[in-house]
């Protein structure tokens, strides 16, 4: 006793070939992906780049008031006066640096919102044609396969 196994091999290729499949949508898909990738990428380069001098800055002009503050001086007083000036300069310095990044990362915000708002829009248009697209497709290939069971 033999046993014959069917080849399923041309009955799915019969069977993919009467959905059709819109590789255009796909490519489109994926272009506007990447698309957005590089726009995020340099949303995020730009504040990181901001973010670098901003620290930079920072650094450097602690190391400037601290030079001031390390210089030696005539009455123990003295001392005690440039600690509490470098403290106090640190502090005024503290904020403005804060708020700087602040603003830094609020603008990385609204220029992430901004790209996905965008980006979501046209996903939702591409995805409305794909879909009137697809229907039709699957509407001509049920009529072909109706009329050719005929």
Known sequence: MATNTQDFTAIFKDMM?????DTKAMEEHF???T???????????DAAGKSAELSSKWTQDTLSKMEKMSKAQAEPADY???MTDFAS????SAA?????????????QTQTMEL???AGKDWSEDVSAAAKKATGDMTNAAK???AGAK
């Open 31 to 33: 272009k506007s992906q």
């Open 144 to 146: 072909k396969a109706t």
């Open 116 to 118: 996905v708002l965008a």
């Open 80 to 82: 005690a006066k440039a």
């Open 17 to 21: 070939g009467t959905f059709p499949v």
């Open 96 to 108: 403005e640096h804060m708020s700087a990044f602040a603003e830094i990362a609020k603008k990385v």
């Open 35 to 45: 698309t957005l990738a590089e726009k995020m990428s340099g949303v995020a380069l």
């Open 89 to 92: 300069a640190q502090a005024e």
